[in-house]
C-alpha cells in the first residue's frame, strides 16, 4: 500500500468550523490540519480526558516539548547574534529570554486562556498557566510544522520584542537571584521568612520578612510565597543600592 504524504484525512466540517479551530487559527496565523494535537496542548489534567489506551491526556508533554523548542531557538538566536561572547553570558541571557515572565506575557497577550479546557475555575490559575500554555502550543506547533516553521513564529513572538540585545542584558530577570548572590559574596546572614496570612480574603496570601545581617531589611506579600519572596528581594535590592548610593555620596 502507497502512501501519499500530501493527501490529507478529510476533517468533518463540523470540527474545521468550530469556534476552538477559528480562535486557534487566529492566533497561529495558519489552518492547522492536525487539530487533535492543539486540543491535547490546550487540555488541563483537570478535564480528565483519556485516550484509546486509557492513558491520560493533557497539554504537559507538549509543554516539555515546548520548552526544549523555545531554548533552542533562543541559544541559536544568541549564538548567531553575540558571536564574541563566552558560554557563560549566553547562559545568562537565554534564561532571560525564554524567562517566566516573558512567556507569561505572550500567554496573556495571545488570550490563550480562552482556549483552556479545563474542569476548574481559571481564577485559580496562578500566572504561570500562560505560560505553560504558550509552550504547549509551541510544542504543538513544532510537531506538526516542524522547526523551520515554529522557529519563525517563536521569533516574531518571543525574540523580536526584546531586541536589541543590549537592553536586555542590563534587565533583572530574579531579584531574589541578585539578593541571594550578594549575601553569599559578602558572607552575609539573611533569611526569607515566610509565614501564611490568616484572612478572610478568597485567595490565601503570603507574607515575607526578609532579614538581612541581622536586621529585616523589607517584606513582600502575594498570593504565592515565591512572588512574595521577589517581592521582598526587589525592595531589599533598591534598599541596598540606595544604602550604597548614599555611602559613595560621603
Known sequence: MKWFPNILPKKSRAHKDGIFYEKLSRIVGYKPTRIEIYEEAFTHSSAGKTNGNGHTV????????????????????????????????????????????????????????SLLKCNVNVKDFGENIYG??????????????????????VYKKLIQPIEPLEDLEN?????????????????????????????????KHFVVKLHYDEKIIAKGRATSKKKAEEQAAKRAYYSLQKSKSSVNKK
Open 132 to 153: 505553560n500554555i504558550f509552550e504547549s502550543l509551541i510544542g504543538a506547533m513544532y510537531t506538526e510544522k516542524g522547526f523551520d516553521f515554529t522557529k519563525k513564529f
Open 171 to 203: 534587565k533583572i530577570i530574579s531579584y531574589k537571584s541578585i539578593f541571594i548572590e550578594h549575601c553569599q559574596k559578602r558572607k552575609k546572614y539573611f533569611l526569607f521568612d515566610v509565614q501564611e496570612e490568616k484572612s478572610k480574603e478568597e485567595n
Open 58 to 113: 493533557n497539554y504537559e508533554r507538549l509543554e516539555y516539548l515546548g520548552d526544549a523548542v523555545l531554548g533552542l531557538v533562543a541559544a541559536s538566536y544568541l549564538h548567531q547574534n553575540a558571536p564574541n561572547q563566552a558560554e557563560g553570558y549566553l547562559t545568562k541571557m537565554r534564561s532571560k529570554i525564554v524567562s517566566r515572565n516573558n512567556l507569561n506575557k505572550i500567554g496573556k497577550d495571545l488570550n490563550l486562556l
